[in-house]
């Protein structure tokens, strides 16, 4: 059922880890949503009801439990290419999480792909699985890493991406569709299009997007896409990796072993059908089944019902942030083009010692470079706060927020 408005206070009850107390029995205040979201009842039984009445191997055998796993387990990949609007279901590759899928991408495609005098194209608020591949990648050939550098607001800075692409010698620009610091939700189909137009492939990092947005594949156009399902209530360990099948088409294995073969002799083996060539191994097969709970439960509420929950709240709460005395806000001004992610610092206060003080207070904030170290470095700070919603947080958890900062202040005599 759809719903225009969400309800957070029946989407509490979903949730037991938000009935938690910690810290001498402070309320949890959960805020690091960015980092990893919390599991509702929903997805934790999906997981305990496959362990408990379904577990067996996918693909291999044809007794009930492993028939009845392995349609659990394909029904997953329908969901998400309905989620996402993905007319080939074969496109749809499960791997460990966004990093797997970018370094597979990497290794596959980009080994067969990138040559000496290449450039790889990447941005300067690129979360670190969106570099190192490519760092290593370039090493590797001898090709060439470029950044598009952002601006003070916090956005991408396209004349750079026109730059590169007119060198004529860029062979992929690999973005994310919002950035895990700053929140920017990046300008892809625009960057998509002059790719497009160069002839250059593109990587969109979903990490972030996919979670808190309505995402459509199809019109998004581009060649790769990489998301993590413990971001969007569903389990650790389980991610997407989307790539277009004319391009799937072209790409060697990445892992070797059981289920990716057709035939293996002793010098020879040919590949099994997409999207199996890529899934070696026996698959993280009960998380993909929670993975699958997690989807039914955001489309339950609506993707647009979320945006517009984080949006009011990112509002409210950088409203009310921006007035206390002493804070320094990251990112950009215009609420439409950011999602739900508020990275800070307080005076000159560490931000490990400012999570530190607040966690007594029971919100948990993430501190630290955000595994974003080339965006601290054009920040010109060492690490910062960050709080980010989801669903179940409340104007009431911003406001808590808020007065946990004059603990710092008290303490700091600020
Ligand atoms: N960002 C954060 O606290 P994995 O770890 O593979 O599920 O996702 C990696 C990743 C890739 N891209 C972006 C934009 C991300 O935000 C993340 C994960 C977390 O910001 C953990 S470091």
Redesign the pocket.
């Known amino acids: 059922m759809q719903t225009s408005a969400l309800s957070t206070e029946n989407i509490r009850k979903d949730f037991p880890i938000l009935q938690r107390m910690v810290r001498d029995g402070k309320p949890l205040v959960y805020l690091?949503n960015?980092?990893?979201t919390q599991k509702p009842n929903q997805v934790i039984d999906a997981i305990s009801d496959y362990y408990k009445n379904h577990n067996a191997n996918v693909h291999r055998a044809v007794y009930a439990l492993a028939e009845e796993s392995t349609e659990a387990y394909e029904k997953t990949r329908e969901k998400i290419s309905k989620f996402l609007n993905i007319k080939n279901k074969e496109e749809v590759i499960f791997v460990?999480?966004?990093?797997?899928?970018?370094n597979l991408v990497a290794y596959t495609w980009g080994r067969q792909n990138i040559k000496k005098g290449d450039i790889i194209v990447t941005t300067e608020y690129?979360?670190?699985?969106?570099i190192v591949p490519w760092q290593l990648l370039a090493k590797e050939k001898g090709a060439k890493l470029e950044y598009i550098g952002i601006n003070d607001n916090g956005e991408l800075i396209l004349d750079h991406l026109d730059s590169y692409l007119e060198t004529g010698k860029v062979k992929l620009v690999t973005f994310?569709?919002?950035?895990?610091?700053l929140g920017t939700i990046s300008n892809s189909e625009e960057i998509i299009k002059r790719c497009k137009k160069a002839g250059v492939k593109t990587l969109v990092?979903?990490?972030?997007?996919v979670p808190h947005m309505k995402v459509d594949i199809e019109k998004l156009d581009c060649d790769f896409f990489?998301?993590?399902?413990?971001?969007m209530l569903g389990p650790?360990g389980v991610?997407v990796l989307w790539v277009r099948k004319e391009i799937l088409e072209t790409m060697p294995p990445f892992h070797g072993g059981g289920d990716m073969i057709r035939e293996v002799h002793k010098y020879e083996t040919t590949w099994n059908d997409l999207p199996y060539k890529f899934e070696a191994g026996t698959p993280n097969i009960a998380d993909v089944i929670g993975f699958s709970a997690a989807i039914d439960y955001l489309s339950n509420i609506g993707m647009d019902a979320i945006r517009q929950h984080e949006i009011d709240l990112t509002k409210y709460a950088l409203e009310k942030m921006s007035q206390v005395k002493g804070i320094t806000i990251y990112g950009v001004k215009d609420i439409l083009n950011r999602g739900g992610?508020i990275s800070f610092n307080f005076h000159d206060v560490h931000p490990h010692d400012v999570a530190t003080i607040i966690d007594r207070e029971g919100i948990a904030v993430?501190s630290g470079h955000?595994?974003?170290q080339v965006l601290m470095e054009r920040l010109n700070v060492a690490a910062t706060n960050?709080a980010?919603f989801y669903i179940y947080n409340t104007k009431e958890d911003v406001d808590k927020l808020i007065k946990s900062l004059e603990k710092v202040s008290e303490l700091y005599k600020l």
Request: proline residues 0%.
């Open positions: 690091d960015a980092s990893t460990r999480g966004t990093t797997e899928a970018i690129e979360h670190h699985s969106n994310s569709q919002m950035s895990n610091v990092d979903g990490a972030q997007s990489a998301f993590s399902a413990h971001k650790t991610g992610v993430r955000h595994c974003a960050r980010s």
